[in-house]
């Protein structure tokens, strides 16, 4: 039985009251592509050392100049001022206080990416690297007055050396690579031999920066996706703790085994590894504050990307280690939840943790008593993507379906987020958005599986009950470990497709996140049959439910792992619901996309080994094998920097596709990775799609 709970967020009606009386005076329009580039994209939020400040970076998108634009703002917790900090034609970003109000950030206005400094209560930024090298990140470190810097180097090379071999190879005519080791590319990148290491900096004139893994052939933070998230620094200032995958020859390619390694500030380089013993994740390393012990993330299964992550307590003197599990509690269940935590950060007084995890399709922060190990959900709806810690509170950066990222301060006495900013809130008041609601029904195993409905823009009670029907766009997520959760989405957004008409029904299928390990764990080996019968269940619990929904007028979309089920839908029974389908980077065949691909550790856990091992079935659930049974018109859309699912899979889609004499369309972006990011490309992709299902269900 289908069990429905709306969605509705009591703090987001502030927001509207924000607006400005112009503003909402103006005839509302359905939400498009344009309105999602316009939007304010605000991130890193960090909280001055007095609690009152919070400096974080806005991204504007300038659509004719094809790129985004970041700079440095800086708000009053109480949010009664905001303003922007920096207004230069290059980027800034990556702000980070250091001592008597000076705030750090990064820049390109001196041609690359360096380290720039203002005083906050005014005066002009000034620089503090002018180093041969661009600088990718940085963290302030207080304990000794200096910066923590990230660059790519040649391991052995040092910065002099990189700058030397990088003008040897611009002179050379010949453009030929030569590998000898696995991963020859990653995610969107061939690989030059450069490694990402941590320097450090004295924040003094004529200081040089130390390189503290010189010989170091790895990578910290670990790329492509990694960032200072994985380092700490002991509250001694003697001692970087971080993140790297350090093994022999090809093996990065198969093995998830990343350990945590300590280094010394003093430049000696010699690294101490901390977690040998686990051949799986170890992660996000946090200090206590008074330094006696050392949290992280880990994961207990060797080659799993998607285990679940658990904390493990590192005495600092001993090296000994402590397992903490935690149950998550619910109310939409019967039951507790293991998920998986981030982003841990230590209340100043020692005695509470904050955290987020996904949750049932929501993402939430937590608090852990620490004496008591008691978790408590402090927020039940929307995701949230920072937290900081105040002396009465949090600082939050909170998203959900209808709006993106907003700074709040959430009170720890159970009261509702109070905002600080509202860069979006006119723009979100000029567009019309259908309201999401989620719902429950019983799939796989006859297990609860959730999923969300936005309904159309212009959907009432009263066109309802008239008899109107509306068409359904059916979204399919990636991963497969993920989930189509309560957050704005900048690439796959529902609301774009309730602006072009539809409503949209979104199932996290068994393999998704947030509804516990077991859950997640149920899609191994199971791509193409449990996540299939819960699609095909939940999309007839949504149509029997909601009466206003056209059957008869339903299509399909995703990417990734949603690509790959666009395409195994395709050949099934299931197909007859559809009259058109998206595939966006999606496998084909499993066999040759193993050989395709960089990180072969993902298809060797959920295939259950290599193509050649026996007993391994990656011919189980293969689009390839029932392409004989394609019949619904099919967009195609690849990109050719996609190293993840490579191109070659989307174009024998389309061969396939139009070999069979199926109407389909190829949509090829030659500068775009797994992800369309370009602001004309996102357009051109938003067009394409929106024309493509709106003309097989008019």
């Not at 990417?559 to 058109?580: E, H, L, T, V």
Request: net charge negative; charged share 20%.
């Amino acid at each position: 039985m289908l069990q429905r709970s709306a969605f509705t967020l009591g703090f987001g009606l502030l927001l509207v009251a924000m607006a400005t009386g112009g503003s909402l005076a103006a005839e509302p329009h359905p939400f498009s592509i344009h309105d999602m580039l316009a939007m304010d994209r605000l991130s890193d939020p960090r909280v001055s050392p007095d609690g009152t400040h919070v400096a974080f970076t806005v991204r504007e998108t300038d659509v004719a100049a094809n790129k985004g634009r970041n700079d440095v703002w800086l708000a009053t917790i109480d949010g009664s001022r905001v303003r922007r900090l920096t207004g230069h034609e290059a980027n800034d970003w990556n702000a980070r206080w250091g001592a008597s109000g000076w705030l750090y950030f990064l820049s390109t206005r001196g041609g690359s990416s360096q380290v720039w400094k203002l005083d906050t209560s005014g005066g002009e930024a000034v620089p503090v690297t002018s180093l041969p090298l661009s600088v990718d990140g940085f963290e302030y470190v207080p304990q000794t007055r200096s910066l923590l810097l990230v660059m790519d180097v040649y391991p052995g090379a040092g910065i002099q050396g990189t700058v030397e071999r990088d003008a040897a190879a611009a002179a050379r005519q010949a453009t030929g690579k030569t590998y000898d080791e696995l991963m020859f590319r990653h995610w969107d990148t061939w690989e030059d031999g450069k490694r990402a290491h941590l320097f450090l900096l004295a924040d003094a004139p004529g200081a040089e920066p130390v390189d503290l893994m010189p010989d170091l052939d790895a990578d910290a933070p670990t790329k492509p996706f990694g960032g200072l998230e994985e380092v700490a620094v002991s509250p001694d200032g003697g001692t970087v703790v971080f993140t790297a995958k350090i093994l022999p020859g090809s093996a990065s390619a198969w093995s998830t085994d990343t350990d945590l390694y300590a280094v010394s500030t003093d430049g000696s380089g010699k690294l101490r590894c901390l977690t040998e013993a686990n051949q799986a994740v170890d992660t996000e390393p946090v200090f206590s504050p008074d330094g006696k012990q050392l949290w992280y993330l880990a994961m207990e299964r060797p080659g799993y990307e998607a285990d679940r992550q658990h904390f493990e307590i590192m005495d600092w003197a001993t090296g000994a280690t402590q397992r903490l599990d935690i149950t998550f509690p619910t109310t939409e269940l019967d039951r507790p939840l293991d998920l998986s935590p981030h982003g841990l950060q230590f209340s100043a007084d020692g005695k509470s943790a904050y955290f987020t995890a996904g949750c049932l399709g929501q993402t939430p922060v937590f608090r852990l008593d620490l004496k008591s190990r008691k978790v408590e959900r402090l927020l039940a709806t929307g995701r949230v993507t920072d937290v900081g810690v105040l002396k009465k509170g949090l600082l939050i950066g909170l998203q959900h379906l209808k709006s993106p990222t907003e700074l709040y301060v959430l009170p720890l006495d159970g009261k509702a987020p109070r905002p600080i900013t509202g860069f979006n809130t006119a723009k979100l008041a000029s567009t019309r958005m259908g309201e999401s609601e989620q719902f429950t029904f019983k799939g796989w195993n006859d297990e609860t599986v959730f999923a969300y409905v936005v309904k159309p823009y212009d959907w009432t009670p009263e066109a309802a009950a008239s008899g109107r029907k509306w068409p359904v766009a059916f979204l399919v997520h990636g991963g497969p470990q993920g989930s189509f959760g309560n957050d704005f989405h900048y690439r796959w957004n529902p609301q774009a497709y309730v602006g072009a008409g539809f409503t949209t029904v979104a199932v996290d299928f068994h393999g998704s996140t947030g509804y516990g390990q077991a859950f997640t764990d149920a899609i191994n080996g199971h791509w193409g049959d449990r996540p299939l019968e819960d699609l095909e269940k939940g999309l007839a619990a949504a149509l029997a439910e909601y009466s206003w929904m056209d059957g008869g007028r339903v299509v399909a979309a995703g990417a990734s792992y949603g690509g790959y089920m666009i395409n195994w839908m395709a050949g099934q029974p299931f197909a007859d619901k559809f009259k058109a389908f998206v595939c966006h980077d999606g496998n084909l065949d499993e066999r040759m996309a193993y050989f395709d691909t960089e990180e072969l550790w993902f298809p060797e856990w959920e295939h259950g080994g290599t193509p050649w091992t026996a007993g391994s079935d990656f011919g189980k659930h293969n689009p390839v094998d029932y392409v004989q049974n394609w019949k619904v018109p099919t967009l195609v859309v690849h990109g050719a920097l996609d190293y993840r699912v490579v191109d070659t899979q989307g174009l024998s889609t389309f061969t396939a596709l139009r070999r069979r004499g199926v109407p389909a369309r190829l949509l090829y972006f030659p500068d775009e990775n797994h992800w369309v990011l370009k602001p004309q490309n996102s357009i051109q992709w938003h067009e394409e799609v929106m024309a493509w299902l709106t003309r097989w269900t008019k």
